[in-house]
């Protein structure tokens, strides 16, 4: 059964510092793998999306890394913004009971940048 | 519209009650799943549609549980007898196919059930 676990589960930073979010996943046979940002009480936003045969992605500020062998991925925000502060999930691509793909989601890291 | 709509935003019930939740996905998307997001965990998997095949309903919690989707487009989640460990947000997503592309997200219902 495949599980993803994301550390820290909160983390809070001055605005400008550049950060690292962990996430890791116990089994190594993924199609991809994708970070979403969540705001309050609002639904899921895609971030980066890295294909198992890819070790990262960049958009802007974001940059995301994936070692698909080690069952690991890092999501780096560089500069961060008062804005930034959200909760970051990670997924990866699984198969469900019934030989269908899903998502299979940490429970994410709540991000905090004061100003 | 652009991106996947899920209504209502906010549902609250009765213990009991029967309650409809309703997603359009994105225009085009053959793929739909539903994810329950309960308060302090990780999203659920609850059910799975692609395209004109059988649903993968393996993550559906009980019999209480059904969602079906008309014509390869809109769907229903629908709980029975709605109970409080019901009470959750209720995400949907759709891809294009598969999740080669990427899933999308509806911004989701918070059902609360008294």
């Known amino acids: 059964k495949q599980e993803v676990t994301q550390i820290p589960a909160a983390l809070s930073v001055p605005e400008g510092e550049n950060l690292v979010l962990n996430c890791s996943f116990t089994d190594s046979a993924i199609y991809n793998l994708q970070w979403f940002r969540q705001d309050p009480g609002k639904g899921l936003t895609s971030l980066l999306l890295?294909?198992?045969?890819?070790r990262e992605q960049t958009s802007g500020r974001l940059n995301a890394s994936l070692d698909k062998s080690s069952g690991r991925s890092t999501l780096y925000i560089a500069a961060s913004q008062p804005g930034d502060s959200a909760t970051y999930l990670c997924?990866?691509?699984?198969?469900?009971?019934?030989?269908?793909?899903?998502?299979?989601f940490g429970k994410g890291t709540k991000l905090t940048v004061n100003p | 519209g652009a991106g996947v709509s899920q209504s209502p935003s906010n549902k609250v019930t009765e213990k009991g009650k029967d309650v409809e939740l309703r997603c359009d996905p994105i225009?085009?998307?053959?793929?739909l799943y539903w994810y329950r997001q309960s308060l302090g965990q990780g999203l659920e998997f609850l059910i799975y549609?692609?395209?004109?095949?059988?649903?993968?309903k393996s993550g559906l919690p009980s019999d209480r549980f059904s969602a079906e989707r008309t014509g390869g487009s809109v769907s229903t989640l629908t709980i029975q007898r709605t109970q409080q460990e019901d009470s959750a947000v209720y995400l949907c997503?759709?891809?294009?196919?598969?999740?080669?592309?990427?899933?999308?997200f509806g911004p989701g219902t918070r059902l609360t059930v008294l």
């Open positions: 549609f692609q395209g004109n095949s059988a649903p993968d």
């Open positions: 997503a759709s891809s294009l196919k598969g999740l080669a592309g990427g899933m999308f």
């Open positions: 225009s085009g998307h053959t793929a």
């Open positions: 997924a990866v691509s699984s198969l469900t009971q019934g030989g269908s793909e899903k998502l299979v």
């Open positions: 890295i294909q198992s045969s890819q």
